[in-house]
């Protein structure tokens, strides 16, 4: 489920070289150091407070990669710290504001914070994107969500 999550991300690990991956939004593949590669990992494999300090690393070196913004809101989402989580995810979008995963992750974290308007923007962004050919699955799911969120007041776990 969250390599799932991750590939909805753009985050694709290349095989059979683990440290490079492909990012399909982009005109050209996206060639990442090591240091990616183990950040993904730990994240995949619920490591969330090692993917965090990697991927935080990461970003202070490439602080306009939106990839890595939204891996970092993941990850703090997923330590509950959400506040820090939608500055991260605020950068993310900063950076692109047609990031995929950071505008489904963020109406995530709103739904988790009981702020289902704020999904419902989230919602509204992806609505536009996927008209344009891309943030389909994202979109329904968040929408599922949402959904889900108004009938029985709770976010799920599922991303």
């Known amino acids: 489920m969250l390599r799932a999550a991750l590939i909805a991300a753009g985050i ?8 490079e991956a492909v ?13 990616w590669a ?11 407070t090692r993917g965090l300090e990697i991927m935080r690393s990461f ?3 490439n602080p306009e990669d939106a990839d ?3 891996l ?5 989402r997923k330590l509950k710290r959400y506040v820090d989580s939608e500055h991260a995810y605020q950068r993310a ?3 692109d504001p047609k990031h995929l995963a950071a505008n489904a992750y963020a109406g995530k974290l709103y739904l988790e ?7 419902e923007k989230r919602l509204a962004v992806l609505d536009e994107l996927c008209k344009a050919g891309s943030g389909c699955e994202d979109r329904e799911k968040l929408a599922g969500m949402i959904e889900n969120f108004r009938k029985t007041g709770k976010a799920g776990d599922d991303w």
């Open 59 to 61: 970003v202070e070196e």
């Open 12 to 19: 694709l690990l290349a095989v059979p070289h683990p440290a």
């Open 38 to 48: 183990a950040g993904v990992t730990a994240i995949e494999t619920g490591d969330y």
């Open 113 to 119: 914070t009981g702020r289902v308007l704020d999904a």
């Open 93 to 95: 979008l900063e950076v």
């Open 72 to 76: 970092v809101g993941f990850s703090l």
């Open 23 to 35: 990012f399909p939004e982009s005109d050209s593949a996206v060639e990442r150091p090591p240091i």
């Open 68 to 70: 890595a913004w939204s």
